[in-house]
């Protein structure tokens, strides 16, 4: 089985300063990779996805994640944190033998200070 | 938009009751999963399904069932629900290749049992 994690449980950054939240998988297929942001009292919500193509992926409000396959990284980005930003945010990577079975890390909340 | 709808948002049930959290998805997905969500742990896996009447296992799959009769609908049971089921659960539904691939989460049921 493959296995995500995710450095970091808590991450706090300044209001306009960068957002970086790490994310190493397992895999020695690249696998498809994922970010899904969680507010409080929702469900996931997809954020950007990497399956084929370009590494550097945009997803929507600002985010963007960059796939390296040396090191079996898909670190989430984004360059100017908003107070909306603080949520819960998962990243995720398919199963080798089945692309529609996705395993999770186990996430890291993000807290944007005034 | 992709809906994906669960029952309950709040459940408060007593152990050894048989629970049952039902997900209903409107967009004809073949696929559609149950994790559960601990704080630390992520998201696992308990049971998912690529078709009606079928199902698997996921990691986690002791003291559940599940139940997929129509393709939009599948139900989770807790055949007799204990303290250490007391989780936030998360239905998700995906359709198998395209643009849109990836997961659709409901808003999730926190279940507590006492």
């Known amino acids: 089985a493959q296995s995500v994690t995710q450095l970091g449980s808590h991450v706090s950054v300044s209001e306009g300063a960068l957002v970086l939240l790490r994310c190493n998988y397992s895999?020695?297929?690249?696998?498809?990779l994922f970010w899904y942001v969680q507010y409080p009292n929702q469900g996931l919500q997809l954020l950007l996805k990497y399956t084929t193509g370009a590494t550097l992926v945009k997803g929507i409000n600002g985010f963007e994640a960059e796939f390296k396959k040396s090191e079996t990284s898909f670190h989430l980005t984004k360059p100017s944190a908003h107070m909306s930003d603080a949520a819960e945010y998962f990243c995720a990577v398919s199963d080798q033998g089945n692309f529609n079975k996705f395993y999770f890390g186990s996430g890291t909340k993000l807290n944007v200070k005034p | 938009d992709v809906k994906v709808t669960q029952s309950s948002r709040y459940l408060v049930k007593r152990t050894g009751e048989k629970v049952f959290l039902e997900c209903v998805q409107d967009?004809?997905?073949?696929?559609m999963f149950w994790y559960r969500q601990d704080p630390g742990l992520g998201l696992r896996l308990i049971y998912f399904s690529y078709d009606v009447k079928m199902k698997e296992k996921g990691d986690i799959p002791e003291g559940y069932s599940v139940s997929r009769e129509k393709k939009e609908r599948f139900s989770l049971i807790l055949e007799s629900a204990s303290t250490s089921q007391t989780s936030m659960y998360l239905c998700?539904?995906?359709?198998?290749?395209?643009?849109?691939?990836?997961?659709?989460f409901g808003s999730g049921t926190r279940l507590t049992v006492v």
């Open positions: 967009m004809d997905h073949e696929n």
């Open positions: 895999s020695s297929v690249p696998p498809y």
């Open positions: 998700a539904s995906s359709v198998g290749q395209g643009a849109d691939w990836g997961y659709t």
